[in-house]
């Protein structure tokens, strides 16, 4: 399902650059569950491990929401946040037809932007989905009171419990006590899977059933990538595409990966993999830099960097899109007046792969920067479970080829600290 090319990094021969040695022992870190953080594996076969009745109760519970609701708020930061909003926008695009229509917040701390969310939904019928695992991130747990006052104030204490979800641990935090304390359906997010790894549990798949999204599909296509990774070698293409960047970083310097687009829908899918690789590996002073760009719109602006900026900074990683959501024509025009129909016989999404063939010759020969291209077919549900598996294998195979621990973040805790005895929390 996906296509990896290394012909532009100059390191299709890979399997004779690394040693496969390497790859193989760290492997076994993976699937032996020997390495550091090992404890945080539990997404590895979640695709055919999931909890059957749990999803049963999410799909029962989230057709009787999407019935009486016009809006979900979607409560959730970092890894709570991030996989839904990815796979929601991949798979139905930015201006959905049908379902219900997911607004995120407690992603920011912004009281513009929270007001406004909070006015555009004050006539809406919506219902709230808070999604917290530890159920103590400020951020979220400050927009969850103002959203769920407002429906309070709606629809009355009770049937606003029933439109009331949280997602969380099974027992501890302070979101667990407050659920059980006030009637509202709780699904559990995993012990054994950290925030960026949790797309596939209640966190995405949740919100994701109530916009009517095929869940089915999305496990589906997850499953295919987790048994499409499970050699230990370079026959992996997980596992190529994770050696690929290793070398680039540690044996040729590059400090930077840019994961390129070329699909607006697919910008919030960027925003996921870059916390996904920077939260896993950018620790004890080691780690490449993940940024995003979408082309063309980013031709306009950081193109002239990419092409012709500071050399042996950054490499690229392509995602190419072979079949768009939906295609559009050029049309004629019988005038001609801005000499544009030697495009009337072409589509928008075939132009859109002509100007990623020129870029991908333009950076990688002129510019010298080196390209991956990942091909995939489509932007539909299967698509997204499988390349969101894929990345984690490919990540958590990075992480260690970095010696680094993938799946704690005690770099996040500095802020926090400084935060809350700003404060004045006890
Ligand atoms: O990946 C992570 O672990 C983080 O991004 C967390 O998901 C994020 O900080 C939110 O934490 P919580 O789900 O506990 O509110």
Redesign the pocket.
Known sequence: MIKLNLKNSKLENIEKIIDIKLIKETSKKIFEKSGQGSDFLGWLDLPEKFDKIEYKKMQEVAKKLREKIEVLIVV?????YLGARAADEMIRGLYPKGGCELIYVGNTISSSYTKQVLDYVENKKFGIVN???????TE?GIAFRVFENLLIKKEGTKSASELIVAVTDKSRGALKTMADAKGYQTFVIPDDI???FSVLTPVGIFPLLVAGVDTDAILDGAKKAMNDTKADDLTNTAYQYAAARYILHTKKGYKVETLVSYELQMQMFTEWWK?LFG?SEGKDGKGLLPTSVVFSTDLHSLGQFIQEGTKGLLFETILKIKNPLLNLAIPADKDNLDGLNYLQKKSFHEVNNIALQGVVEAHANEGEIPNIILEIDEMNANAFGYLSYWFMKACAMSAYLLDVNPFN?PG?EVYKKNMFKLLGKE
């Open positions: 959730g930061i970092g890894g709570s999604i917290s695992k530890s159920g103590t991130t979220p950290g925030g960026r916390q939260e973040q996040v």
